[in-house]
């Protein structure tokens, strides 16, 4: 295990710069997330880190050694892809112990090592199959294990959960997270997915055309936006945004409920809702309207939990309200947060 450090990485194409300038400082035993839309730079970021991208500048330093423009296996890093990158004609057993048998280490140590991932991912009863006689889920633990099984200084995973469906993506994200807290290898985890994101990060690294937004605890990144691109990123409905000349003001629609929830509450920001669709999703009520005023109207949601009982109607206009304290500020032309400042990661 080691640190992974980048210093003014960036990468151009022509007239593109796909990574402008990223300083990052991945800890030893971190899981560190990048997490970003599509075209943000965070796979060219990873194969830079991985050493099959070339850096067009600065330096990529892992356990404080630099390896830049060094070759992959000097990296000594274990990748593992979205389309797991399986060999089809060879089993599950010879999957995982190729990169050992690459290295030419003896036959009988390379079958201890073999059982032992197969073993840690729970394939060991698949290991005569063929990835094509496997699911989904299985060929991603099969890739997986063949990562483990290189001891490497650190994982390097770009959107490996991406092809499973939404039941089995959780709990895959779940032994993901423990298999990774029990060896304690240092995880960059490549993802636009923000529930896996903040559900599997010690840190999340949120990026944007190329640059990075924000590097912080999930729990920060997502309470404590640095400005309008990451707060409106991170969340699900995304956070409200209501204009003005000098300042836009924003609230997680969860925040954001029917003013007689709050009770004596006093410290409350009040607004009129013109209330035009429902959704009802079990748990929670998605409220989509319209603030009345500003002129011309906003679009705002509010995400109210199945446990209120007060139930607005669509075609209504009802009084909703946000806590002072869970209002956010952003300046109108930079979109840089006005709040106080954060407290570097």
């Known amino acids: 295990m080691a640190t992974v450090e980048t210093r003014s990485l960036t990468k151009r194409y022509d007239s593109t710069t796909a990574v402008d300038g990223i300083n990052l400082a991945v800890r030893e035993h971190e899981f560190l997330v990048l997490l970003g839309p599509s075209g ?9 880190i991985a050493g099959l991208e070339t850096p067009t500048s600065g330096d990529v330093l892992v356990g404080g050694h630099f390896v830049t423009g060094l070759p992959p296996r000097a990296h000594n890093m274990a990748m593992v892809f979205q389309s797991y990158a399986l060999y089809p004609h060879l089993t599950v057993a010879d999957n995982i112990a190729f990169p050992l048998q690459a290295r030419h280490m003896a036959r009988d140590m390379v079958a201890i090592k073999v059982n032992w991932a197969a073993k840690l991912f729970g394939i060991d009863h698949l290991l005569t199959r063929k990835p094509r006689q496997l699911s989904g889920g299985e060929r991603q633990r099969v890739a997986l294990a063949r990562a483990v099984v290189r001891d490497p200084v650190a994982f390097l995973l770009d959107e490996p959960l991406s092809n499973l469906d939404a039941k089995l993506r959780a709990s895959a994200r779940e032994e993901l997270q423990q298999i990774q ?8 985890y490549v993802t636009h997915d923000q529930v896996e994101a903040l559900a599997l990060g010690d ?3 949120v990026l944007d055309r190329g640059s990075m937004r924000q590097l912080d605890t999930p729990q920060r ?12 990123f991170i969340g699900s409905p995304p956070m409200n945004l209501v204009g003005g000349d000098h300042v836009e003001t924003g609230f997680r629609p969860e925040h954001f409920l029917p003013v007689e929830v709050f009770g004596d509450d006093a410290s409350l920001e009040r607004f009129t809702l013109n209330i035009t669709r429902i959704e009802n999703l079990g748990a929670d009520r998605l409220v989509y309207g319209l603030l009345a005023p500003p002129q011309p109207p906003v ?9 209120v009982s007060v139930a607005p109607q669509p075609g209504t206009q009802h009084v909703f309200a946000v806590r002072r304290a869970d209002l956010h500020r952003f300046d109108a032309r930079s979109g840089a947060s006005l709040d106080t400042a954060l407290d570097a990661p």
């Open 40 to 48: 943000s730079g965070k796979t060219t970021l990873l194969r830079m």
């Open 181 to 188: 807290r029990r060896l304690g290898t240092t995880t960059i």
């Open 203 to 205: 840190r999340v690294a």
């Open 221 to 232: 990144v997502y309470a404590h936006p640095v400005d309008r691109f990451v707060a409106t």
């Open 299 to 307: 679009k705002v949601i509010s995400r109210i939990p199945c446990t």
